[in-house]
């Protein structure tokens, strides 16, 4: 669509299960948000990860830019196509507007694509959703709440690598 001149590259659409989606609009709480969760968690990965903001993941049914993404590799290591399942190690979606889709067809597209860690910053909720081990329904087969007391754990490869204070993560 793109090609044909129907979409032009800066149109707010996802590609997720083969639907297009409009993207919501980032309000500042979001925006603060989404930059709060990419300066902590660069904080604690170690060489051989970056974080990407808002950038395309290629999964088989899918192209979602979730807000926040731990990536293998390096940046130039990308220049010829967007990280897939085997690359992403954590997602991240900052939900105001979007809970429900992030609740829902997003987090089944990404327990389908079988990336391992996806979280869940839930503005309204004032919490930290985590949710680990895809599952074949697609779906994920655990949730851990974390409170605006509590920190979340960052797993790497099935490693903790340290703990993100929820509160540093809310506007």
């Known amino acids: 669509m793109i090609r044909e001149g129907i979409l032009g ?3 707010p659409i996802e590609f997720i299960e ?3 989606y409009q993207k919501m609009t980032n309000h500042p709480p979001h925006t603060l948000s989404t ?4 300066v902590a968690l660069e904080q604690v990965l170690l060489p051989g990860w970056f974080v990407n903001v808002q950038e395309p993941v290629t999964t ?11 990536i293998r590799g390096t940046r130039r290591g990308f220049g010829g196509q967007h990280p897939g399942p085997g690359d992403v190690c954590l997602l991240v979606e900052v939900a105001d507007d979007s809970l429900r889709r992030d609740r829902g067809v997003k987090k089944r ?3 389908r ?11 309204p909720g004032r919490q930290a959703e985590v949710y680990t081990g895809p599952a074949d329904e697609p779906d994920y087969r655990h949730r851990q709440d974390y409170g605006p ?3 979340v754990p960052v797993v790497i490869d099935g490693r903790e690598l340290g703990r993100l204070a929820v509160a540093d993560l809310l506007p």
Do not use: F, K
């Open 9 to 11: 590259d800066d149109d």
């Open 18 to 20: 083969g639907v297009l």
């Open 60 to 70: 088989l049914d899918s192209e979602p830019e979730p807000d926040v993404s731990v």
């Open 149 to 151: 007391a509590e920190s």
């Open 35 to 38: 930059e709060l969760t990419r």
């Open 109 to 111: 597209a990404y327990a």
């Open 113 to 123: 694509a079988a990336l391992p860690v996806y979280w869940i910053v839930n503005l």
